[in-house]
């Protein structure tokens, strides 16, 4: 045995370089632009960043590298963006098509998968498709260009998870704004269902209602705006039951408002906005209905016989057109007036919001939301003090999103904040999209004849709600399905026999009260599902299509999160889709060519050598001066835009109601055409507090998760991340957890009220963490995404779901509350037990 | 290198997003560590705000004063560097960091902790090569610098804000300097006295003694330790490439 001297490795100092931690871990190779379509919806643009891991010797996608020139992302990115350059190697990942061999569905059992090929199982789909109704049939996605085609010209039902994020901000941005919105908002690769971002750098005064949930922690795309204004001096007042690191500093002031009375202290607001007078006048005169006559017995707004609002002339004592008087009246009245024979009493807009907000006081919102008058009083006259340079962002899961039953009231309220204040469409406020079109695939292929009927009586029982049936079925075919009735429907009627899940990584779990639909899926005769990875969705599936990884596509975007100039941006594929990957147009094109020939073809014949190219790039990119993708990706880098100064109040004509001369409307007449209140009132949320039921439900999402996905959810990376910030746990203030007698990490039962989830209740086990970031005793707070139990994710099973405390809805009571029939996925009380 | 380099870590507008952690990983390669729960930086959200468990880069660094082995080196420019191979696995820097930063990992029989991106301090002047944490921080939370000037904008925003800052005199000053609304301590930075390992040596004859005796020991026992982690080390390597 050798002995070597025992100081022969001690040198000395290295020059710089020389050290084994000063040399580069990897060799770069290229950069490709891309950008992010599904993390989230501020879809910056980026470069993956592809070279030489030299630890493993491998070339492959390494990072991302920020693109400055992108409005939105100005170089940032975020966590999620990261994740998704190691998931493109995920083991995991779903590369062939699976069918079962075993009839027996469910978790407990094994499918017994084969391996097909994915252009044989396509054929054999199809097949199948042909022996239902189109009334038998389902398909759960969303409303991407492709999905509409296919289920349209079947005449199938489309419902979808969107609901949960956009939904009630959709529909009341449709039914204010934009009415309907198709031909302004473009078929961008995720469609956010907005046509406006907000102005967070420039902007003053920001309210925002649960709008800094810990899923807003991370999205580069809006933060890299919010700190810049914070930096310059913008007032950011949060009103949040749970206090988020946002909360700690970034915030000017934090109120942990009672969930769900919200709208209470928007209402307040808008007292004060009116008995002060604090509102913009020459905004609400020539941007929006206030000054528009409302009959007070019909509950409509008075037009004449072109359909023209009408407003009282003060100088002639009558009815004149809104956008040709010369002195019409704010308030006063009613008004009364002879039109076809009838005596009409007409009040303005304007005075009906008047009298609907007049007992809603501050000190009356502050005995309901807990906010203090004096607090709500003094922010509402600073807001409008800042006016319009003000603006309250809600994009997904914020209270104004379909968390309560009275939820679509505050969205209600928001917008009618933003155009007392004239912040719509202003700089520093509300940013409308503007100078951009990306065609819908009805626009560069329209269909040769009609589309067939859609079903009577769909499953998730739109057709019951006739303000929202109304947008999808005759102005947007892409707006958001009721996902929180699907489920309802699907278990409690037969009338769906086959069930197309087209989602990557969503599936079952981005439905509420997820046992419900996999009871429902116990009885269907066919289930298929395109997916990303094998989650939980396919042991109830006869077949799963393996779909491409995000950076396998390339992409075509607007800059929603951030309209201020027109602009464009494009990215390139990574790398070609491994295994037997097969990408959705084609599935939809095929079944399509199969079952509806005549709506996929350019002459609506059955010639497949016909078939429609659906092409939606190119007819944007010619309209800025540029050819085709391939020069915009290899002459321009993937980015086109025109850093215009923003015309205020422009696109608002472009795009209101009675446009060309275009208006936000205040008073919505199809809310009153049903029953509900075409101006804001106070409503309660739909459940209470009970006995032990007594915790208010909040839901959240790490950072770094995005929905169920597991291309974050089965990363063992960020599953550390998550353990180490108790993500994988329910959090409850100390206090609550004192009186539960709970100590740190206890286990848990916790069960919804069975009141409100009267079947197929399924209470959720999961270990406790006491936090006072939860800052109120009545709340548990719940993260989303985790939870999966698919035995073919080996990072991925883990944590609880929150979704199965989530009832699905009956639609009877959904009706009675919701004009917009949305989620109200939090709108539960649950209890808490040691297990 | 002329200049000594600085991250200054303004927590009024950190998230918590963890990106930084992220990017970390990605920039170094550290996947299968982090799997295991080992990172060189990584934000942990604390009821009283947001903790960022990272190197502090001391100016007189207490792992560098233990180690027998001289595996910890305190560089001219800033970051303090950890070589694998030198090391001997005794770990002594896990428990004398006042700031319980360097994680042994048992499955790499390695210590993990922040480089400060050295592999990337290289053209600074050039302006793009910055540590990854600060390059990827969507609010621009981190900020890189000379040392001195990261110093005089950290008292000013402090100053002006009244901030708290750690890291001025912490362990006798560090290369990471923090500001952050709540008294760190309270938000779970551990509480570090100013002197630093050898301040104390020097101002005290018998920890002269016993500092020197104990690194004696320390190299006395880890003299045959020493020369089998170095095939193990290689070893691992050759297993790893």
Redesign the interface.
């Known amino acids: 045995m050798s002995v070597s001297p025992p100081l022969r490795n001690l040198q000395p100092t290295r020059p710089f370089g020389e050290h084994p931690q000063e040399k580069p871990k990897y060799i770069i190779k290229k950069k490709v632009p891309q950008v992010c379509a599904r993390a989230c919806e501020c879809d910056c643009a980026y470069n993956v960043v592809v070279g030489v891991d030299r630890i493993t010797g491998l070339e492959r996608a390494l990072t991302i590298e920020g693109r400055p020139e992108d409005p939105v992302s100005r170089g940032k990115y975020c966590i999620k963006a990261l994740g998704f350059v190691d998931s493109l190697y995920d083991p995991d990942r779903l590369l062939v098509t699976l069918k079962r061999t075993n009839p027996k569905r469910g978790l407990d059992q094994d499918p017994g998968f084969v391996v097909v090929k994915s252009n044989d199982a396509l054929k054999e789909i199809i097949e199948k498709l042909k022996k239902y109704k189109r009334e038998e049939i389902l398909f759960n996605s969303p409303g991407d260009p492709y999905t509409n085609r296919l289920c349209r010209s079947l005449g199938v039902t489309r419902s979808d998870q969107r609901t949960e994020c956009f939904g009630t901000h959709y529909y009341l941005n449709s039914l204010m704004v934009t009415n309907p919105p198709n031909k302004y908002y473009s078929s961008t690769y995720t469609v956010t269902h907005s046509l406006w971002g907000y102005d967070y750098s420039k902007t003053k005064y920001m309210l925002w209602f649960g709008f800094d949930s810990f899923s807003k922690l991370a999205k580069a795309g809006i933060l890299n705006h919010i700190v810049e204004g914070k930096r310059n001096g913008t007032k950011i007042v949060v009103f949040n039951p749970v206090k988020t690191p946002i909360a700690d500093s970034i915030a000017s002031e934090w109120y942990p408002i009672k969930p769900g009375t919200d709208l209470a202290v928007t209402l307040a607001m808008i007292n004060i906005f009116l008995n002060e007078k604090l509102y913009k006048v020459e905004f609400l005169k020539n941007y929006s209905d206030a000054y528009a006559l409302i009959d007070i017995e019909t509950k409509l707004h008075v037009v004449d016989e072109k359909g023209k609002w009408l407003s009282w002339c003060g100088t002639h004592n009558k009815p004149e057109p809104i956008n040709s008087c010369d002195n019409p009246t704010l308030e006063g009245g009613s008004f009364s007036f002879e039109s076809n024979g009838r005596t009409i009493e007409a009040k303005t807009v304007f005075q009906l919001l008047k009298e609907s907000v007049k007992d809603y006081t501050p000190d009356w919102a502050a005995k309901i939301s807990e906010v203090p008058a004096e607090e709500i009083a003094r922010i509402a006259r600073e807001f409008a003090q800042a006016a319009p340079m003000v603006c309250i962002p809600n994009l997904k899961r914020d209270a104004a999103g379909p968390n309560y039953a009275n939820s679509w009231r505050l969205m209600h309220t928001i917008n009618i904040m933003h155009a007392l204040t004239g912040s719509f469409d202003h700089e520093g406020g509300v940013l409308f999209l503007n100078g951009v079109k990306i065609p819908w695939l009805e626009d560069v292929d329209p269909p040769a004849k009609p589309y067939p009927p859609q079903p009577k009586e769909p499953v998730d029982y739109r057709n019951e709600f006739p303000v929202s049936n109304d947008i999808y079925q005759n102005k947007d075919y892409s707006a958001p399905g009721h996902y929180g009735m699907v489920g309802y429907g699907l278990y409690n009627t037969d009338k769906i026999k086959v069930v197309f899940f087209r989602s990557p990584h969503r599936g079952l779990h981005a439905l509420i009260q997820p046992q419900m639909v996999e009871a429902a899926l116990m009885k269907m005769d066919l289930v298929i599902d395109w997916n990303l990875y094998p989650d939980d969705t396919i042991y109830w599936c006869d077949y799963v299509l393996p779909a491409p990884h995000q950076y396998e596509e390339s992409k075509f975007d607007i800059r929603q999160y951030y309209p201020k100039w027109p602009c464009y941006v494009g990215g390139s594929p990574v790398q070609q889709p491994p295994g037997d990957v097969i990408g959705w147009g084609k599935i939809a094109k095929e079944i399509g060519l199969a079952l509806a020939p005549e709506y996929w073809t350019t002459d609506g014949s059955q010639d497949r050598t016909k078939a429609i190219k659906g092409d939606m790039y190119t007819p944007a990119l010619k309209a800025v001066g540029i050819n085709d993708m391939n020069d915009f990706m290899t002459n321009k880098n993937g980015i086109w835009i025109d850093k215009k100064p923003y015309e205020n109040y422009k696109t608002i004509k472009e795009i209101g109601y009675g446009r060309p001369e275009g208006r936000i409307r205040l008073y919505i007449d199809e809310f009153a055409n049903v029953g509900h209140d075409p101006l804001p009132k106070w409503s309660p949320r739909w459940t209470s507090s009970e006995g032990e039921y007594k915790f208010s439900l909040l839901v959240t999402r790490a950072p770094w998760h995005m929905h169920a996905d597991p291309n974050f959810i089965n990363n063992p990376v960020l599953n550390m991340l998550t353990r180490k910030n108790f993500i994988d746990c329910i959090w409850i203030h100390p206090d609550a957890g004192k009186e539960l007698g709970l100590q740190e990490g206890a286990e848990v039962v916790i069960e919804t009220n069975p009141k409100y989830m009267t079947d197929v209740p399924r209470p959720v086990k999961a270990k406790v963490h006491l936090s006072k970031r939860v800052a109120r005793k009545d709340c548990v707070l719940l993260f989303h995404g985790m939870g999966h139990r698919s035995k073919l994710l080996r990072n991925g099973v883990y944590g609880y779901r929150d979704g199965d405390l989530i009832p699905q809805k009956n639609p009877k009571i959904v009706k009675q509350h919701d004009p917009t029939g949305m989620g109200w996925v939090e709108d539960v009380y649950v209890r808490i037990k040691k297990a | ?1 002329a200049s000594t380099y600085s991250i200054l870590l303004d ?9 930084c ?3 970390c ?5 550290l ?1 299968d560590t ?4 080992h ?1 060189r930086t ?1 934000v ?2 604390k ?4 903790y960022h468990r990272r190197c502090m880069h001391c100016k007189e660094p207490s792992c560098e004063a233990v180690c027998p ?2 595996a910890l ?1 305190k ?1 001219d ?1 800033g ?1 303090v ?6 090391c001997i696995g005794c770990k002594t820097c896990v428990a004398a960091c006042p700031f319980h930063v360097p994680q042994w990992d048992e499955t790499r029989h390695q210590v993990v902790k922040c ?1 400060m991106c ?5 053209d600074v002047a050039g302006g793009k090569t910055i540590p990854a944490c600060v ?6 939370a981190l900020i890189f610098g000379e040392y001195d000037e990261l110093v005089a904008m950290a008292k000013q925003i402090a100053s002006e804000n009244k901030l708290h800052i750690y890291g001025l005199e912490e362990n006798g000053g560090t290369h990471l300097i923090i500001l952050a ?1 709540e008294k760190p301590e309270v938000i779970g930075y551990p509480a570090v006295p100013r002197d630093t390992v050898r301040s104390r040596e020097i101002k005290s004859v018998s920890g002269v003694v016993a500092g020197a005796a104990a690194v004696a020991a320390l ?1 006395y026992a880890g ?1 045959k330790k ?2 089998e982690r ?1 095939i193990q080390v290689q070893n691992f390597n050759r297993s ?2």
Do not use: W
Request: proline share 3%; glycine share 6%; charged share 25%.
């Open positions: 290198m927590t009024r507008f950190c998230t918590g997003c963890n990106t952690f992220y990017k990983v990605q920039e170094n390669r996947h982090a799997a295991e729960g990172y990584l942990l959200i009821d009283d705000g947001l082995t001289a080196s560089t420019y970051p560097l950890y070589d694998a191979e030198r480089t050295a592999h990337r301090l290289q390059e990827v921080c969507p609010t621009g609304k190299a003299i020493y020369s170095r790893e490439e």
